[in-house]
Nanobody, 122 residues
């Protein structure tokens, strides 16, 4: 069982930046791939990005490529989502999740955080 806690969300103006953190309770975090997802009101949860356990492989949704960067610090059991050039359409609750192996499918992730709200004003 891996307990995940996101932090770093908030209100930011369009064009601004935020860095989300995902802290894991177990050192086994280093053996799991991590994914970031988001869900806006009235919409389905959508893939944002994923990173392999070793950080050797990353993938992003087209909507965030070039603006968002995923990273992780395994000794600290923490993952990050750096979000730059934020747009109002990035407004959503952001979730981190882990599983064995990278995936874009949120249904395949085993462990989830509670989410953190990101609001981008125009």
């Amino acid at each position: 069982q891996v307990h995940l806690v996101e932090s770093g969300g908030g209100l930011v103006q369009a064009g601004g930046s935020l860095r989300l953190s995902c802290a894991a309770s177990e050192s086994t975090f280093s053996t799991y791939a991590m994914g970031w997802f988001r869900q806006a009101p009235g919409k389905e949860r959508e893939f944002v990005g994923t990173i392999s356990a070793s950080s050797g492989w990353k993938d992003y949704a087209d909507s965030v490529k070039g603006r968002f960067t995923i990273s992780r610090d395994n000794p600290k059991n923490t993952g990050y989502l750096q979000m730059n050039s934020l747009k109002p359409e990035d407004t959503a609750v952001y979730y981190c999740a882990t599983r064995r192996g990278v995936s874009k499918d949120y249904g395949l992730y085993n462990y989830w955080g509670q989410g953190t709200q990101v609001t981008v004003s125009s």
